[in-house]
């Protein structure tokens, strides 16, 4: 299989494979760079109410197709009709939280069930036609390129490469939008077709992504990518590209994971690729990870214990509590039987005349800026200019002999 997985890495597992990868990177940089703005918007169960609304869309196509003689798995015709679908849906999430005073997660809600329990009706009603029982379109509920024709992926890179190109076009006004719509407005950016460019840019990642992913865990690929790639960067620039680079990572991996395991289904392995970097990220991020956090806490917490075993050192106070001892020896402030050194002596005494100091920068700033920025742990240098420390020791008269 690792054999099989490299051939398929490297394009050589044959030309359908070669494609289905290739149009599975382009689908995940437009899902993933498309889909930051709108996690940026807040709007992220949208992109739910859009992949639930194309199942009738793609059943009505089917039926039709076979009406008119066809055997209803042309792709084209099935994605042109999940479209319409997706779009009526989009059209009725709007309507009625403008015209009703119902909450947008309400209509979501409510349009994603009718319309995927329409479409599960349609595909139960097809089943039992003729032709229903090789019509494949249970694909497009969990992503299938079994039996993917060539033109099938031909569809998909295409439609991946045009999203990422409207991408590339209108970066910038979706992102001045989904950082902060009152200021796109005063700059002159029409926020309303910017916010239905998102919509549409989500809509045909929906849509592309149906037979690939399906339209169940198409929603997990756009979501995926920017809430990785928000643990890694603050800026919205890089959240943009860092999410597309992830969401390409993952659509092109899986992808040839699939390639190389034909039984395994294609969209759930590419949605584990992506939860898989997501889970490295939200343990490993140098910022929001939750190793930084847990090493931000433990410096935190021997901060805490030297300031109070200085302070302790300072009052000529015993010291019981192990950590604090611990912390206290290893920078050399006192020696293995708690007596300080001469470091730690000079230590203590500024520190308690820090704490005299802050408690004169309270009276002097009250609610002001400097002295709310105290957390009794930081030097007063880094808060207070060298004039502010100068005054506030005028005050204080001249620092007490280190005993």
Do not use: C
């Amino acid at each position: 299989m690792l054999s099989a997985f490299v051939d398929a890495l490297l394009l050589q597992a044959g030309y359908n494979a070669a494609l289905v990868a290739i149009g599975a990177a382009l689908l995940g940089i437009a899902a993933g760079s498309g889909g930051t703005f709108l996690f940026l918007r807040k709007r992220a169960l949208v992109s739910d109410a859009v992949a639930h609304a194309t199942l009738p869309g793609v059943g009505i196509a089917f039926m039709l197709m076979v009406a008119l003689g066809g055997d209803g798995r042309n792709l084209p015709v099935l994605l042109l009709g999940s479209a319409l679908s997706a779009g009526i849906g989009l059209l009725a999430v709007e309507w009625i939280t403008t015209r009703t005073r119902l909450a947008e997660d309400t209509a979501i809600g409510a349009v994603l069930s009718v319309f995927f329990g329409f479409g599960i009706v349609l595909l139960t009603i097809i089943q039992t036609m003729a032709s229903g029982y090789q019509a494949g379109l249970e694909g497009f509920l969990l992503g299938s390129t079994a039996g993917m024709l060539f033109a099938d992926a031909v569809v998909i890179a295409l439609g991946g490469a045009i999203s990422v190109a409207f991408i590339l076009v209108l970066r910038r006004p979706m992102t001045l939008v989904a950082f902060d719509p009152e200021f796109a407005a005063a700059s002159g950016v029409n926020v309303r077709r910017m916010d239905l460019a998102m919509m549409g840019l989500v809509m045909a990642v929906t849509v592309i992504g149906l037979k690939l992913v399906g339209l169940i865990l198409v929603v997990a690929l756009l979501i995926i990518p920017p809430v990785t790639a928000r643990l890694w960067t603050e800026r919205t620039e890089r959240v943009v590209l860092l999410s597309g680079l992830i969401g390409g990572f993952s659509g092109y991996v899986g992808a040839a994971l699939s390639a190389s395991a034909p039984h395994l289904p294609t969209g759930a392995i590419i949605v584990l690729v992506g939860f898989a970097l997501f889970a490295l990220s939200l343990l490993f991020a140098p910022v929001r990870g939750i190793l930084a956090a847990l090493i931000r806490r433990r410096e935190f917490q021997l901060r805490v214990h030297r300031r109070q075993g200085l302070l302790a050192l300072a009052r000529n106070e015993a010291i019981f509590d192990g950590l604090t001892l611990s912390v206290l020896r290893r920078e050399g402030l006192i020696r293995q039987d708690a007596v300080a050194t001469e470091e730690g002596r000079a230590a203590a005494a500024k520190t308690l005349r820090d704490e005299s100091r802050w408690a004169v920068a309270r009276e002097l700033y009250e609610d002001a800026a400097e002295s709310a920025r105290y957390d009794g742990l930081a030097p007063i240098e880094s808060v207070l200019t060298r004039d502010a420390i100068a005054e506030i020791d005028r005050r204080l008269g001249p620092p007490a002999p280190a005993s």
